[in-house]
Each structure stands twice: as structure tokens, then as C-alpha cells.
Nanobody, 119 residues
Framework: QVRLVESGGDLVQPGGSLRLSCAAS????????MGWYRQTPGNQRELVAD???????KSADSVKGRFTISRDNAKNTVYLQMNSLKPEDTAVYYC?????????????WGQGTQVTVSS
């Protein structure tokens, strides 16, 4: 069984910073892409940023220059450093991983962590 566990969500003032972490555990053979998505009530989940196993990154235009995604392959962990946070960044942030177990490839999601940007 595979688990993705996020941490780091919090209430922060506009202009502040947060660092999200997501650790994957279980019967993992290898991990391809890991990423962060976010969702607000009534809206579809949207990609924030993702990173491949060889550290090729992609991010949404709305977060370019403010958010940085990185990963530690030895720890099966992905991070999202969020700087210059804005109220519109408020959302539930979900970790995502496309990985291989002994059985097959699959896409897995974490349970989500709340980020609230407000004064």
C-alpha cells in the first residue's frame, strides 16, 4: 500500500512564506513525476507545479517566480517553497505522485493540507 502524507499547511499573512512537504511511503519501486495541485471550493483541482525524477520542473503561470518545487529522491519526498503568498493562493494543496509499485504503475494522491493567506 502506498501513502502520500503532506505537511506544512498553515494560516499566513499576505507576503509571507510557507514550505509544504509530502513524503511517499509503502511498496514503492520507483517514482516518476511528483507534484502539487490545489483546489478551492467549487473549482477543479489545478496543477501548481511538478517535478520529474531528473528534476525537470513545470509550474503554473500564477506561481512562477514565487513558488519553487524540489524533491529528495532518497527520501521519496517533494517540497513546495511558497514565497510572497497572496490571498488567492488560499486553497487545499494536494500532493501527487506517479510511481511504480511491485504490481504496476499508478497515480496516487495525498489527503491535502490547507493553506490560508489572510491578514
Amino acid at each position: 500500500q502506498v501513502r502520500l502524507v503532506e505537511s506544512g499547511g498553515d494560516l499566513v499573512q499576505p507576503g509571507g512564506s510557507l514550505r509544504l512537504s509530502c513524503a511517499a511511503s509503502g511498496s514503492i519501486v520507483s517514482i516518476n513525476t511528483m507534484g502539487w495541485y490545489r483546489q478551492t471550493p467549487g473549482n477543479q483541482r489545478e496543477l501548481v507545479a511538478d517535478i520529474t525524477s531528473v528534476n525537470i520542473t513545470k509550474s503554473a503561470d500564477s506561481v512562477k517566480g514565487r513558488f519553487t518545487i524540489s524533491r529528495d529522491n532518497a527520501k521519496n519526498t517533494v517540497y513546495l517553497q511558497m514565497n510572497s503568498l497572496k490571498p488567492e493562493d488560499t486553497a487545499v494543496y494536494y500532493c501527487n505522485a506517479h510511481l511504480r509499485t511491485r504490481a504496476s504503475w499508478g497515480t496516487y494522491w495525498g489527503q491535502g493540507t490547507q493553506v490560508t493567506v489572510s491578514s
